[in-house]
């Protein structure tokens, strides 16, 4: 199995380790995680983000994790994906783990992803108490589930940037997270992997969650194409 | 709003135009008197809501309630009667309300804070999209899309 985790900051960072424990003692033929960041890990995200030493997220965490799993061959990319590295980062077969903060990221994923035959796309991201995770499968070039793009029109067409866009002002930039919040949404995308590869179930192809509520709620949608 | 004597002037077509107005289901088959009570049971149900007291919708922190179904004639035997709830849903948020009759905009503005819809939500009816005059018939999911969350990092 080819894991690829996009984005290693509040959601990403928590999912490769939750993921990782999963992975490395289940019976799968290969066990290989790609980490892909062009981020550096700064010290005033530490309330939200678990690294032992500042500098690019995917090298530092696949360093500790290759301490702690032996049983998985653990990769680092420390770029962000554009349209120019996507190919070389995304691959047929793959499962790929979504947890950036921009939706044209997003769209530039799902829009791929579109164009391979094998591909499962597990996308999560959050406001400050509430978030969603959404599933995009593909098998024999036909798509199982409605892509990233099909009932969000704000990924379709995206206001934001790609972190390459940005000026540095901007890279400074985050509104406030909550940690919670980031832990609800990487547990929902194991659950999400869990119910694909395990149980072979994706008619559920997204879940809504609320902290404030404490309720959460799958929908079963169509894809449109 | 009719009158009970109102809607005994109109004609049969006439009232079943009514109840289309209304959304109201059940109709095709029934006596004048009977379409008659549908549509005075119907605009009650309405009036009763009017005259409910409402609260500062800002002022809420949290709702908790019971909801039931209503049906369009108790009086039916088992099997004839029609629940006119349907099931609600804006991202986590979901439950079942007395819609059926209306259309996507008011329901939308009716439950906006109950179900904290998003001023920039779409509406799926049965899981495809429709427009916000959509009238809701009995037995229509409705869902009030959320948009993604977007951040992560």
């Not at chain 1, 929902?188 to 709620?217: A, G, P, Q, R």
């Not at chain 2, 009514?18 to 549908?38: N, P």
Request: proline fraction near 3%; include cysteine.
């Amino acid at each position: 199995m080819n894991i690829k985790i996009i984005g290693l900051g509040g959601i990403g960072s928590t999912l490769s380790l939750f993921l990782s424990r999963y992975v490395n003692y289940e019976k799968f033929d290969t066990k290989n995680i790609t980490l892909i960041d062009g981020k550096r890990f700064e010290e005033r995200k530490a309330e939200r983000q678990e690294f032992s030493s500042l500098g690019n997220k995917a090298l530092i965490k696949m360093s500790e994790l290759k301490q702690r799993f032996f049983n998985i061959v653990y990769e680092a990319i420390p770029v962000f994906v554009t349209e120019d590295n996507i190919s070389r980062i995304i691959e047929e077969g793959d499962v790929v783990f979504v947890g950036v903060d921009n939706h044209k990221t997003r769209k530039l994923i799902s829009d791929y992803c579109g164009k391979l035959n094998d591909i499962i796309l597990i996308s999560g991201g959050n406001e400050l108490t509430d978030g969603n995770v959404q599933l995009y499968v593909r098998e024999g070039g036909k798509n199982l589930t409605p892509s990233l793009t099909d009932y969000h029109p704000e990924i379709d067409s995206p206001q934001d940037k790609l972190p390459t866009e940005l000026s540095c002002e901007e890279l400074l930039h985050s509104e406030p997270q909550l940690y919670f919040t980031n832990l609800s949404v990487a547990l929902f995308m194991c659950i999400m992997f869990y119910n694909v590869i395990v149980n072979k179930k994706y008619d559920k192809s997204e879940v809504y969650f609320d902290l404030l509520t404490m309720s959460s709620d799958s929908k079963i949608r169509r894809p449109k194409n | 709003m009719y009158t009970y004597d109102d809607l005994w002037e109109k004609t049969v077509k006439d009232l079943k135009v009514i109840c289309k107005k209304y959304g109201i289901i059940g109709y095709s088959h029934k006596t004048k008197q009977e379409i008659v009570d549908l549509i005075h049971d119907f605009q009650s149900g309405d009036k009763e809501k009017e005259t409910t007291p409402t609260a500062n919708m800002n002022e809420i922190q949290g709702i908790e309630g019971n909801f039931s179904s209503r049906l369009t004639n108790p009086k039916n035997s088992i099997g004839n009667r029609h629940t006119t709830t349907v099931q609600v849903s804006c991202g986590a948020n979901t439950n079942r309300f007395n819609v059926v009759g209306r259309t996507l905009t008011e329901i939308s503005k009716a439950l906006k804070e109950i179900l904290n819809i998003s001023d920039f939500s779409t509406p799926l009816v049965n899981g495809k999209n429709r427009e916000w005059d959509y009238v809701v018939k009995e037995k229509d999911v409705i869902e009030f899309l959320k948009p993604a969350g977007v951040k992560g990092i």
